[in-house]
Every structure is written in structure tokens, then in C-alpha cells.
């Protein structure tokens, strides 16, 4: 096996990797700072898409992490380019907040429920019987259905809120068509990054707190992978999976002199 390039460019899961609950990890503000005063390209990249890149890098700075918006990557970000690249200037039908409906806008889409190309599920945290209703309806007629991420459920401080991968399984099972995911664990999510940082696969790292998204993602995609152990999957789950990761470090503080 040949030895890889030195790492050049550094791409980031946000949640259980910089921020846990609101709060910072220790040693995330040294970590970015280090990213910015290096020059290296980074991204950070979130499976969330209800907030708009500037709307989180707002976020990440209440939590004493100065990331810009240009540095973050998300899956309703992923998810337009996707669609641009797929049926430029098309139309959709969309259940999602800002990060999603703002992405799709910027890339020239049309949001209309007036026999869209696509139907588009994304992140929100009122989704409504009557939108659900009617995007199933629409696929029923034909719209191509997409969806920005898998995941199943998501967090909140009175515990877990039914996400985009749960609400997609719903409608799957009303018509029978399921989605495509654009954001992790799709390695797309992982080349749409790259692409936008122009960086190379061979000297780029990825660091992820889970396995079956960050973990799994970014081998597909043939990068250095850093599991930290702040996060969802613990040393002792490790061995469950068919995959390891490149390395694994107690936490984003152990990054720091790679940098």
C-alpha cells in the first residue's frame, strides 16, 4: 500500500466534533484557530439543514468558535448543487426551513407544488401532515423524490425530535419510492466539499464522531478519517463495525499539532 500524501486540507463533522449541546468541546477553539492562522483549506460540514451557513457560523461564534459561513458545508447545500447539477434551473417542491429553501432559491430553482421535477425533504422541526400529505401526492404523480439526509431522529434538550430520515421512511411507505439521499453518509456529500475548497481526496482528512455517517462517508470517499470519541460512537462500539477508521483520538484537542 502506498503511503499517503500529508494532510493538506481538513474537513469536519460540526455536532459531537466542535460543539456538544451548545457548548463547545475542549479544545475546538484551538483546533479552528490553528485551521485559520495555517491558511489550510477547511470545511465544516453538518448533516443539518435547517440553518443557513451564516445562521450556524452565528451560532458556532456564541459558542466561541470562529468558523465564517464560507467554511461550512451543509447537506442543503449539497443537496442544491446536486439538483443544478442534475436538471439546472428545474423546480421542487420543498419541506424544509431556510438552509434548505435558500440553497435551492440560490441555485435557481423554483419552489412551487405545481407539478415540480422533485419533491425535497429536508430538516424542520414542524413538519405538517398537510405538507407531507401533499408531497406525497406529488411523488405519486411523478415528482423525483430527494431527501438531504438519512438520519432518523435529531436532538433537543427535551430529547429526540423525529428528523429527515424518519419522516422520508413515512412517505416511502405511502408510495412506495424511495428517496435519494444527498447528505452523509453519501460520499457526494464528501466530493461536493471537496470540490468546493478544491482539494484532493488523497491529502485531505475528515474528522467524525460517528461511524456509520462521518466515518463511513469519508473512507468512500478515500480520506483520511479521525474518529473522536466526544461524540456518538464510543471506543467499545468501534469493533462492531465491517470498517475502521484511520485513527481514532479521544478528541478534536489531539488534532491540534497535525495541523
Given amino acids: 500500500m502506498s503511503e499517503r500524501k500529508p494532510i493538506e486540507s481538513w474537513l469536519s463533522d460540526m455536532d459531537g466534533v466542535l460543539v456538544h449541546e451548545g457548548h463547545p468541546v475542549p479544545g475546538a477553539d484551538e483546533f479552528i484557530k490553528r485551521l485559520r492562522d495555517s491558511g489550510k483549506r477547511f470545511l465544516v460540514l ?45 423546480s421542487a417542491y420543498v419541506i424544509g426551513e431556510a438552509g434548505l ?13 405545481l407539478d415540480p421535477d422533485y419533491v425535497v425533504l429536508g430538516e424542520t422541526r414542524t413538519y405538517s401532515f398537510t405538507s407531507i400529505t401533499r408531497a406525497i401526492r406529488l411523488i405519486e404523480n411523478g415528482a423525483r423524490f430527494i431527501a ?46 471537496l470540490n468546493r475548497i478544491d482539494a484532493h481526496s488523497e491529502s485531505t482528512a475528515m474528522i467524525g464522531d460517528r ?45 491540534v499539532d497535525l495541523v
Fill in 46 to 90: 453538518t448533516n443539518n439543514s435547517i440553518y443557513t451557513p451564516r445562521d450556524l457560523s452565528v451560532r458556532l461564534r456564541a459558542a466561541g468558535l470562529e468558523v465564517p459561513p464560507e467554511a461550512i458545508w451543509t447537506s442543503a447545500l449539497a443537496t442544491a448543487q446536486f439538483l443544478a447539477d442534475q436538471r439546472p434551473e428545474g
Fill in 101 to 113: 429553501t435558500t440553497a435551492l432559491h440560490q441555485c435557481g430553482y423554483v419552489l412551487t407544488d
Fill in 148 to 193: 438531504t439526509n438519512p438520519d432518523p431522529i435529531g436532538p433537543s434538550h427535551e430529547g429526540s425530535l423525529p428528523a429527515c430520515g424518519a419522516v422520508a421512511a413515512m412517505i416511502t411507505k405511502a408510495t412506495g419510492v424511495e428517496p435519494y439521499f444527498v447528505g452523509k453518509p453519501n460520499p457526494m456529500m464528501m466530493r461536493s466539499a
Fill in 211 to 255: 461511524m456509520d455517517t462521518d466515518v463511513v462517508c469519508g473512507m468512500e470517499a478515500g480520506l483520511h478519517t479521525f474518529l473522536v470519541l466526544t461524540g456518538v460512537t464510543q471506543k467499545d462500539q468501534i469493533d462492531r463495525y465491517p470498517f475502521r477508521p484511520s485513527q481514532v483520538v479521544d478528541s478534536v484537542a489531539d488534532l
